[in-house]
Each structure stands twice: as C-alpha cells, then as structure tokens.
C-alpha cells in the first residue's frame, strides 16, 4: 500500500470560486429580468481569468460577454466561446478584419471607427456586426450629442447597402455609483434622446443597454434590455453606498491567500522593511509574507493592509517590498506558542472566516474594490474550484 502526501499550498495564490461567480450570475439575471445579462470580463475578468470565468458566467446564463480590447475577444473566440462578444476600446489601425471574421460585435464612437469597420468588412466579404455608442455626458469613449445623427445616418446607410449589421445602441454611465448624482437623470434623458433619434433613422428594435453593476443593482429604469455588470459578476459590491455583496445576495469569488516564510523573535526597536518606518515597540514575532508589490500587493498598503493568520487579524508592518511583505504578531519570547513558517495567512477573501475583504483593503489604501482584485499579478497562480 503506498501513501501520497498532498503537494502544500502555494506560497500564494489567487482562489477563484467559479460555482460563486455562477451563483451571482443568476441572481444578477433575477434583478435585471426581463433584461438579459452580458458578464463583462475584460481585463483578465477583473483578475479572476477571463476564459474560466467567461465559461462560468455562460454556463449560469449570461447572453453576451463584454470585453474592452479585440484582443480579448478574440481570446474567448479562440477558447470557443461562441455566444455574442461586444467589444469597445479601439484605436485607428486595429486589427478590425479578424473581428469581422469572428463575428464580434464592435463598438462605434466616432466617424473613422465606422470607416474602419466598413473597410475590414469589405476585405473579409463578410458583413461586420456593430453598436453605436452614444456619449450622454461620461466624457470618455461615445459619439456627441452633435455628432450622433451624423454617424447614426451613415451607419444606417451601409447597413441599408448590406455592408454592416447594427445590433445595438448603447452607453455609459459616469456616476451610477453614487446614489442620486444628478447626473444619472441626466444621462438617462440624453440616451432617451439618442435612441429616439436612431429608431426614426431606422434603427428599431436593436439592443439597448447602459446599466453597469451599480445601475444593474439600483436602477431598474437603466435596464433596458441587457444590462452590463462587471465587478458584481465577481462578487464584490461597486460601492459600499449602495450595499454589502451579501446584501445584493452576491458572493465574492476571489480568495488571496499564501504561507507564511518565515516568523521570528526581534527585539524591541528593530527596523523593519526598508526605511525602517516601522519598528518594533517591544520583544514580539515578525511573520514574512512572500508577496509584494510584483504579485500585485500595493505598495501603498505599507503599514496598513490587512491579513487573517490563525484566526486573527493582523496588518502590514512597514513597506510592502516587490516580492515580500512583514506583519507583526505582537509580544512573544522564542518559546511562546504563536504563528509559524508554513501556516496560512489570507489576505482577502468573502469575509465569511473573518478574513478581510477587497473592500478592506481599498478602504485601507483609499482605492476601489475593482482595483484590488485586478491588480494580481499574472505569476499568483489561479486555482479554479467548482
């Protein structure tokens, strides 16, 4: 009879609960019903892995997938995702022919898009699918309110000379996180605006969509008829204004967690990390946690971010380096019973241990959520389980 021992844990890792990214899917398809969900997953889904996490999302019923650059749709292209992919950040220049040739829907902002598009079409003898985006007062990517008949008539006349397909009309919010900001009203009326423009010309009955997560989760009259979540997909709440993920029946998906390196006994007043700005009040035990700033831990969480070892809460002590990072058990002597190389520390998880959140720490380090989960960097390893 032979034994096997289990390999240890990594000396950190990025957990990702794939059945809890489902779970939220369907509950997000129970708010915005009858509208239908598209799971945005750009940016590697927010740090969680775009092509597990994208299956996730369409095994638990997302309709479309949303990406922000064509090289990430065509990524899921290539996995064989063959639902419907909006993609919408482009430059002149971009390989526009290959998306054509996916079949993936493109965004519009302006005039040369469309002229791109049409030329990609013409070369691939393939008709390209695209949405126009309307600008309503985000101020980033989207076609003016001055531009919008211009470009929604030349539009309509390609796709009248069977060059183009447009299957959508769509648009951004700026401050939907921010309950009753007037410019949500705003916005709502100048897209109101946009598409009774675009349905006179002759776009009727394309798809119409503006809710981002915190619009999916507050404003039912933002629905229209697919709703565009992102940060919620994973679990985590767009602003704790607007509620707790477990208030909005979600659950975060992504578990950062590691070992301990090394813990040790230091004297009272002994520096710490590099320019000694923390040191040592009295005899205590100094835990090394292998993860710094190169994995994706900010830098600005130095004396300050929080961790759970052994059930208890701890923060940063000192700078988080590259590669690394000290907490700062409390007073102890060599004998003592505590912490030990090779024992679990988690840095953020769903909270449900008493393990810090993502909320945590953005509150600690005076960020959002979205940029904790997505900062991890590509050598933390993801371990799918569900």
């Not at 009879?1 to 609960?17: K, N, Q």
Request: overall charge negative.
């Amino acid at each position: 009879m032979s034994t096997r021992t289990a390999a240890p844990p990594a000396r950190l890792e990025a957990r990702v609960d794939l059945d809890a990214l489902r779970a939220n899917v369907r509950r997000l398809r129970e708010i915005a019903g009858p509208a239908r969900v598209m799971a945005v997953v750009k940016a590697d889904a927010y740090g969680h892995g775009m092509v597990p996490c994208a299956r996730a999302a369409v095994e638990a019923g997302a309709a479309w997938l949303g990406t922000a650059v064509p090289e990430e749709a065509l990524a899921l292209r290539a996995a064989g995702l063959d639902v419907p992919i909006l993609t919408w950040l482009h430059a002149p220049g971009d390989d526009f022919e290959a998306l054509v040739r996916a079949e993936v829907d493109v965004s519009v902002s302006g005039q040369w898009a469309l002229a791109e598009v049409l030329e990609a079409a013409e070369r691939a003898g393939r008709l390209a699918r695209i949405q126009l985006k309307a600008d309503t007062g985000l101020g980033r990517n989207g076609i003016q309110p001055h531009e919008w008949p211009l470009v929604v008539d030349e539009a309509v006349k390609a796709e009248r000379a069977g060059l183009l397909e447009v299957t959508g009309l769509w648009s951004h919010f700026a401050c939907a996180d921010e309950p009753g900001h007037p410019s949500i009203r705003a916005q709502l009326t100048r897209f109101h605006e946009a598409l009774e423009y675009a349905e006179s010309a002759g776009l009727r009955g394309r798809l119409r969509h503006m809710a981002n997560s915190p619009a999916t989760l507050t404003l039912p009259e933002s629905h229209f008829d697919l709703v565009r979540p992102g940060l919620a997909v994973y679990g985590l709440s767009p602003a704790p204004e607007l509620g707790t993920p477990a208030e909005h029946g979600l659950r975060p998906v992504m578990t950062l967690r590691g070992r301990l390196a090394l813990v040790k006994w230091v004297p009272a007043g002994h520096g710490v990390s590099y320019g000694h700005t923390y040191r040592t009040g009295g005899e205590t035990r100094l835990g090394l946690v292998p993860a710094g700033y190169a994995d994706g831990i900010p830098r600005a969480a130095s004396d300050r971010g929080p961790v759970l070892v052994g059930g208890r809460r701890y923060h940063v002590a000192g700078r988080v380096a590259m590669d690394q990072f000290v907490v700062d058990f409390g007073p102890g002597g060599p004998d003592e019973h505590g912490p030990a190389a090779g024992d679990e520390v988690v840095l953020f998880g769903p909270g449900e241990r008493g393990e810090p959140t993502a909320q945590d720490w953005a509150e600690a380090i005076g960020t959002i959520g979205y940029e904790v989960v997505t900062r991890i960097g590509g050598r933390v390893p993801r371990v799918y389980v569900g």
